[in-house]
């Protein structure tokens, strides 16, 4: 069932969504947050961007207001709800959709054409052990069904400009992974934050910052604690569920 609702307390944007397909959460609400964006960038890519949450935080950022956006989403049914969001926020100028797959992007772009390329992407590996119990939509989704995390990142490499910078949230437990086609692909971590469901736990997700053709160096900012033990979101984590210098 499709659904409008609030996009936290950005502006007064509305995303529209299904509880049938794989809805945003707070991972994309956390990554548009956690990149350090300069004011002169110029165009910035979400790989499989869903129905657009991040690209939409994006657009409520001063330093992106002389930035064009894009997003690429596989899924038809969610890239429509994708566009419907943005013709309620009147957002149709400032972020551009693509209904296609990501491995397509030469089709669009020419090489080294972004500044920043961000990607929330599937979270797990398919093999005979998935256990998949889901909509055709939320496996692909989840899953690396359409796309695996080196083919992302090396689709990264290809379209970012020198000292470009991608940025992505996964699974902690696929740290050393990430890290290692960062590298791979000559994307040098630069920056990596951990995230805690709560104060006393394992960290079960992180955000990870690099540089194209960076120098080595990297700095591990301070945990992320998402919710207090009364279930609530930290105070740090709400300060991201509204545009950047408001409180």
């Known amino acids: 069932m499709k659904v409008i609702n609030d996009l936290l307390n950005y502006n007064n ?3 529209v969504q299904d509880e049938n397909f794989f809805s945003f959460s707070l991972d994309s609400v956390l990554l548009p947050n956690f990149i350090n964006i300069k004011t002169n960038v110029k165009k910035i890519l979400d790989l499989g961007t869903g129905n657009a ?12 207001k002389n930035a064009e956006i894009y997003g690429i989403e596989l899924q ?17 100028e400032k972020i551009h959709l693509i209904n296609d797959n990501m491995k397509n992007l030469d089709r669009y772009f020419e090489i080294n054409s972004f500044d920043i390329i961000l990607s929330n992407p599937p979270y797990f590996k398919l093999n005979e052990q998935s256990n998949i ?3 055709v939509q939320k ?6 069904k359409e796309i695996t995390l080196e083919e992302i990142v090396a689709i990264a490499k290809k379209f970012l400009n020198n000292n470009g910078t991608l940025a992505m949230v996964h699974r902690t437990d696929r740290l050393i992974e990430v890290i290692e086609e960062f590298r791979k692909n000559n994307i040098e971590p630069k920056r990596i934050q951990l995230v805690y469901p709560k104060v006393g736990t394992e960290s079960n997700m992180f955000l990870i910052e690099g540089r194209k053709n ?3 160096g990297l700095k591990v900012l301070e945990p992320l604690i998402a919710h207090n033990n009364d279930g609530e979101y930290t105070d740090k984590v709400k300060s991201f569920f509204q545009e950047r210098g408001k409180q």
């Open 13 to 15: 944007m509305k995303i």
């Open 53 to 64: 949450p991040i690209p939409m935080i994006l657009s409520t950022m001063e330093e992106t």
């Open 76 to 92: 038809k049914e969610i890239y429509d709800m994708a566009v419907e969001s943005l013709k309620l926020n009147n957002l149709e």
């Open 133 to 135: 119990n889901e909509t």
């Open 139 to 144: 496996t692909i989704a989840r899953h690396e």
């Open 214 to 216: 960076g120098r080595p």
